[in-house]
T-cell receptor, first 115, second 111 residues
Framework: EAGVAQSPRYKIIEKRQSVAFWCNPISGHATLYWYQQILGQGPKLLIQ????????DSQLPKDRFSAERLKGVDSTLKIQPAKLEDSAVYLC?????????????FGPGTRLTVL | KQEVTQIPAALSVPEGENLVLNCSFTDSAIYNLQWFRQDPGKGLTSLLLIQSSQREQTSGRLNASLDKSSGRSTLYIAASQPGDSATYLCAVSSNTGKLIFGQGTTLQVKP
């Protein structure tokens, strides 16, 4: 079974520029998560989708971050405009079910550097 | 608000030693607890998932325990190997499936 795919793997941009990340979850997984992991810290949830609806976006900086999940499959996360403090690894994860008992599987992440 | 703490932040042991990593959480109303491994520059690999009704899970040389009432979990690694060197993260799940992570324990196993 193919894992969670993410692209690009690395991105370097100047502050105030925009950037977009893409995630393709494991086939058949209804729930998709985007996490932000700052160096030296554990991942923090940005947004959670259940099929193509948003379950939790309470920690998403909505003035600059946006995310969508088209047709309940792929998802994109966008930052516009980027700030220095957005430098982090952005991890996408998916799980089969829509309950809290389902194991989450993570992609390799996108490492963003904002200069 | 749920908070997850992992102690120690870093650990260095000689090859072959048995070791224990600790994870504590402030709110016992969790749905599951997962232990992950993260290699430098890589994503997270799930090691063990313990449902809230379970006390422990085992996979190979790994054993994870869960004590909800005291808000603690431990990851036991038997006969450590240099290939076990990585950062280990524990995370607890809320009722929506959201994972709340600790900051991780970075393990180095010396040959």
């Amino acid at each position: 079974e193919a894992g969670v795919a993410q692209s690009p793997r690395y991105k370097i941009i100047e502050k105030r520029q925009s950037v977009a990340f893409w995630c393709n979850p494991i086939s058949g997984h209804a729930t998709l998560y985007w996490y932000q992991q700052i160096l030296g810290q554990g991942p923090k949830l940005l947004i959670q989708f259940q099929n193509n609806g948003v379950v939790d976006d309470s920690q998403l900086p909505k003035d600059r971050f946006s995310a969508e999940r088209l047709k309940g499959v792929d998802s994109t996360l966008k930052i516009q405009p980027a700030k220095l403090e957005d430098s982090a690894v952005y991890l996408c994860a998916s799980s089969f079910g829509t309950t809290s008992y389902n194991e989450q599987f993570f992609g390799p992440g996108t490492r963003l550097t904002v200069l | 608000k749920q908070e997850v703490t992992q102690i120690p932040a870093a650990l260095s042991v000689p090859e072959g030693e048995n070791l224990v990593l600790n994870c504590s959480f402030t709110d016992s109303a969790i749905y599951n607890l997962q232990w992950f491994r993260q290699d430098p520059g890589k994503g997270l690999t799930s090691l063990l998932l313990i449902q809230s009704s379970q006390r422990e899970q085992t996979s190979g040389r790994l054993n994870a325990s869960l004590d909800k009432s005291s808000g603690r979990s431990t990851l036991y690694i038997a006969a450590s190997q240099p290939g076990d060197s990585a950062t280990y993260l524990c995370a607890v799940s809320s009722n929506t499936g959201k994972l709340i992570f600790g900051q991780g324990t970075t393990l180095q196993v010396k040959p």
